[in-house]
């Protein structure tokens, strides 16, 4: 079965479901399919706390660096480019900078230059265009990540406050698997502990 895992690359949530989806879809000879999403388009029409904004703005140069690495060398280089980022950002505590991206895309075995797409905005309607078709998918507004099974309807989710492993990563993927066969099923959710 395919997986399709649309993403902003600032969300840590998104980065530890990121982590499990990669190590559990490998285990099973599977591949994801990455996608950009974007937290700043998502929330463009609302009033969003100074503390988000900045982020949300620092996560508009990575998305278009993905972007040019999406359409110039493939899904790999997406996945190559978003583990390079997320341990500078997520593992490490990092920024999302100039230096940050200039490191993650040299880390990734990608040509120099296309960090410099972090400021061209040219890069902003293929992330909208991914954006949307992950929004389509969910068939509702949905924050990052969204993950989709196949030709199933996407969900919001899982939302991840650590990294599942063994039969716990390998018991949730079949659940997520399972789930997205059934039209009737729509949300669950619990608080994040």
């Known amino acids: ?15 530890r479901t990121s982590r499990w989806l990669r190590t559990e879809a490998r285990a099973r000879g599977e591949k994801v399919t990455w996608r950009l999403m974007s937290l700043a388009v998502l929330n463009e029409a609302r009033d969003v ?42 593992d490490r505590g990092g920024r999302y900078d100039t230096g940050t991206i200039a490191d993650a895309v040299t880390a990734a ?5 296309l960090a410099g797409a972090a400021d061209d905005p ?35 989710g899982p939302i991840l406050t650590a990294v599942p492993a063994g039969e716990d990563a390998a018991r949730l993927y079949d659940s997520m698997a399972a789930l997205s066969t059934i039209t009737a099923f729509s949300e669950l959710k619990r608080a994040r502990t």
Do not use: K
């Not at 503390?51 to 359409?71: K, T």
């Open 1 to 15: 079965m395919s997986v399709t895992m649309w993403f902003d690359p600032t969300c840590p949530f998104t980065w």
């Open 49 to 90: 706390p100074d503390q988000y904004r900045e982020g949300q703005q620092a996560g508009v140069r990575v998305l278009r660096v993905l972007a040019a690495a999406a359409e110039l060398h493939g899904n790999d280089a997406v996945e190559a480019l978003y583990t390079e980022l997320g341990i500078r950002v997520h």
């Open 109 to 113: 075995a990608l040509p120099a230059g």
């Open 122 to 156: 040219a890069r902003d309607a293929a992330v909208r265009a991914s954006h949307e078709e992950g929004q389509a998918r969910a068939g509702q507004e949905s924050g990052s990540p969204l993950t989709a099974f196949g030709d199933s309807a996407g969900f919001f």
